[in-house]
């Protein structure tokens, strides 16, 4: 029978070839796909709170959220034939004249892991790229990053443009190297992650309403 501790353990431990095995055996036998989610979801949750202790750092969360990537490749026609979808959808890209997108692709792996459905516009996108995406998939989060100060005061054109286009149920979350809290707050932001790790609970809080 799978083992679904083996496979959280496969997935802390960035094993992709142990992860995809054990999900492949879970699927032959017919377990609930909620239930072999379940235990993905579990892994990085934990290589979520290791990373805020410092107990690993990006390479290490990166090396998880690739095998994590790999096993729900794995799982998701299973999820799609049972009907079974991500409660939300997030649309996520990097603002207008900024190129960056590690810290961008880290946030879209742990909200893929937490099973929020994740549309990636890359990088450079303009606010009303953002708001056609939110209304083209029906987005209750939109994650905007940068990682300039030069940039980073275009997020506030993304929250007018999103308010503005009447999407009162999106929440917008930001984050990067050089914002803070402050910054968030005074640009109208639902939320701020400092990082990768804190990027699951922000959207879960903002989503929640604080």
């Keep these: 029978m799978a083992d679904l501790a083996a ?15 054990i999900t492949r055996e879970a ?9 072999v989610l379940g235990a993905m979801t ?6 979520g709170a290791k990373f805020q202790c410092q107990e690993i750092y990006v390479p290490e969360m ?13 799982l998701e026609p299973v999820l799609v ?3 079974i979808r991500p409660e939300h959808t997030a649309v996520l890209g990097t603002i207008k004249g900024d190129l960056h997108d590690i810290g961008k692709n880290l946030v879209g ?6 099973n929020i459905e994740v549309i990636d516009l890359g990088t450079n996108v303009t606010p009303e790229r953002f708001v056609e995406a939110a209304k083209e998939h029906g987005a209750t989060i ?16 993304v929250v007018t443009a999103i308010r503005a286009a009447n999407l009162a149920d999106v929440k917008v979350i930001v ?10 707050d005074m640009i109208g932001a639902d939320g701020y992650a400092s990082d990768a790790a804190s990027a699951v609970e922000a959207a879960r809080k903002a989503i929640r309403g604080g």
């Design 175 to 184: 984050g990067g190297a050089p914002l803070t809290q402050d910054f968030a």
């Design 81 to 83: 034939k049972a009907g």
């Design 27 to 35: 699927v032959e036998e017919g377990l609930d796909p909620r239930t």
């Design 109 to 114: 792996m742990m909200w893929k892991g937490a």
């Design 142 to 157: 939109v994650g905007i990053s940068a990682l300039l100060t030069t940039t980073m005061v275009g997020m506030k054109d």
């Design 42 to 47: 579990v892994a990085m949750e934990v290589i």
């Design 62 to 74: 990166l090396i998880s959220a690739r095998a994590m990537k790999e096993a729900t490749a794995v």
């Design 7 to 21: 496979l959280t353990a496969a997935i802390e431990a960035g094993d992709r070839a142990t992860a995809v095995r």
